[in-house]
Nanobody
Framework: QVQLVESGGGLVQAGASLKLSCAASGRTSTRYYMAWFRQAPGKEREFVAVISWNGGNNIYADSVKGRFTISRDNAKNALYLQMNSLSPEDTAVYYC???????????????WGQGTQVTVSS
């Protein structure tokens, strides 16, 4: 089992930056791929970004490409999401997730955090 806890969400104005963190504990010796997803009210959970175990590969959703950066620090069992040039369309609950598969599909992810709210005002 892996426990994931997100932090760093908040209320910001459009154009601002925010950095989310996800702390992992438990069976962290397994090489998990880590990802960020988000879910806005009334919408399905959507993929944001995924990073390989060694950080050498990643995939971004088109909607965040060039604005968001995913990174990880395995020594600290931590995952990050640097979000720049935020817009109201980025408002959502952001979740970190872990999987033994390198995928953008939320159905494949085995472990999830509780989420952190990001609200961007116009």
């Amino acid at each position: 089992q892996v426990q994931l806890v997100e932090s760093g969400g908040g209320l910001v104005q459009a154009g601002a930056s925010l950095k989310l963190s996800c702390a992992a504990s438990g069976r962290t010796s397994t090489r998990y791929y880590m990802a960020w997803f988000r879910q806005a009210p009334g919408k399905e959970r959507e993929f944001v970004a995924v990073i390989s175990w060694n950080g050498g590969n990643n995939i971004y959703a088109d909607s965040v490409k060039g604005r968001f950066t995913i990174s990880r620090d395995n020594a600290k069992n931590a995952l990050y999401l640097q979000m720049n040039s935020l817009s109201p369309e980025d408002t959502a609950v952001y979740y970190c997730a872990a999987s033994t598969y390198y995928t953008t599909s939320p159905r494949v992810y085995e472990f999830w955090g509780q989420g952190t709210q990001v609200t961007v005002s116009s």
